[in-house]
């Protein structure tokens, strides 16, 4: 989807995002871009199969040049964590070990207490096939699992990351319904607009004799009003439809000039528009 | 990452995912995969540009075929949401309407309450480049748009479909924290066990003069209690600490014999060791 705007500030911290032994570049790239999106930016990278600098990885991160440009690469996870405080591995598998198991609702929590206290923390993603061993996971302080249909639980590295990425975009925020744009402020009409529409309408359906027979017409005006007014209309919403019924009857009442008791008697103006008593 | 179990019932409910205009193969396949590790399987297109089926797609899938055997293709978009009672559309732009914008998180509360009262449901997600069209956003109930980073914002199809189907699997969680596995449940060790290691340990340091001087060996001993109690140990843990306490005892007194004042008249024990002071 489209809608990047380069003139914000380009969010760049929190966790640092480690691959290990990634196999392909592609992949890479579209991890760089995940973490992009949600405001990461600092990508380690652990044996890489193919190589580092790795043209398909630039390509597939779709521009985020500066999680690229900034990745770094170490033969051992333990030199790729060794400056960090503390450190998440992600696994879909139950480990038989002692670490506790976290939600990444729960993991990306704590991550923000960390960075907000100024500790340097990372999160471990595995080989696209077989994931992180034992010894790798025994590195970390605790594990981060996905609450993935049990059926079909395998995680591509890219979806695993942005999850990751948007719980930590999540987790700073204070309201987790807020929007970063909405529709404008929407003020409902007065009720001398809202009735000006009523009886615009039921003056020119009372021209063709809609409200029959006489002894129903206070309930159909009833349940008519009901149905427009079940949504506040806005003042410029109760000029145009008042500009539609207007314009509906201009034609209709020159056509039913010399017609109209034949429509009412047969019926037809009632169910051709839809009766006001079922509405 | 691995960890799909086939023995588990396989998710398949919810909203369906209707992409408008998809122009690749894969990202459809990518999509499936997202919907199949939510628990989500209706999937509809409409005007794939590469035709339908594609092998393209199936591939990327990775054996999400349910979704893939499953997918209807329209020609227009009003034939691919006429049966559905609720739509949302996905956007990253503003849009100049007077449709409601919601979070992932709030849509996807509301996408479970219309599923649980029987109503049907479905999200548009738009062309790979361009996203929706204003006209085909004004088929849709409302907006949901995602907390990106606002300097990149811009999402990959699958990873939109992932993240929507990731807060829908979590919209039907009552504790987010809950996680599908955790690690065995750990009873501490009683105090007994814990003082029998304190006073292995300090038998075999006070043979080496590790506490020096005498005047502080009390200072000294409740650091390193405080060190060793700071986490609660399990039986299994002391057993091997005190394993590992014996073995270092066994090894360094026959070395330590003829040799233990000068040794300790250096500080050499505390500090390789560690000053328990410091801890």
Do not use: C
């Not at 995680?155 to 999540?170: D, T």
């Not at 029959?212 to 008519?224: D, T, Y």
């Amino acid at each position: 989807m489209a809608g990047t705007n380069s003139e914000q500030v380009l969010l760049a911290e929190g966790p640092a995002i480690i691959l290990v032994e990634p196999q392909l570049g592609e992949n890479i790239g579209m991890v760089a871009r995940a973490m992009a999106n949600f405001g990461l930016a600092e990508l380690r990278i652990v044996n890489p199969r193919d190589g580092w600098p790795s043209e398909k990885a630039r390509a597939a991160a779709s521009k985020a040049d500066h999680v690229i440009d900034g990745v770094m690469v170490y033969e051992r996870l333990e030199d790729a964590i060794a400056d960090l405080n503390f450190v998440y591995a992600t696994t879909a598998r139950f480990r038989d070990g002692f670490k506790p198991v976290r939600s990444p609702v729960t993991a990306s929590q704590t991550l923000r207490q960390k960075f907000v206290a100024g500790e340097k923390t990372g999160i471990l993603f595995g080989r696209e096939k077989s994931g992180l061993s034992n010894e790798e996971v025994a590195l970390a302080d605790e594990i981060v699992t996905f609450p993935v249909n049990p059926a079909f639980a395998s995680l591509n590295i890219a979806q695993a990351v942005l999850l990751m990425s948007y719980e930590w975009m999540k987790s700073g925020m204070e309201d987790l319904a807020a929007v970063p744009f909405d529709a404008v402020e929407q003020t409902p009409a007065t009720k001398t607009e809202l009735i000006g529409l009523f009886e615009h309408l039921e003056d020119a359906l009372d021209a063709r004799n809609y409200f029959h027979p006489a002894s129903k017409k206070p309930r159909m005006v009833e349940n008519l009003r009901a149905v427009l007014s079940r949504r506040a209309f806005t003042s410029q919403e109760i000029k145009v439809l008042r500009g539609v019924v207007s314009s509906l009857d201009r034609f209709q009442r020159r056509w039913a000039a010399k017609d109209v008791k034949t429509g009412a008697a047969t019926g037809d103006g009632q169910d051709a528009d839809g009766n006001a008593e079922t509405a």
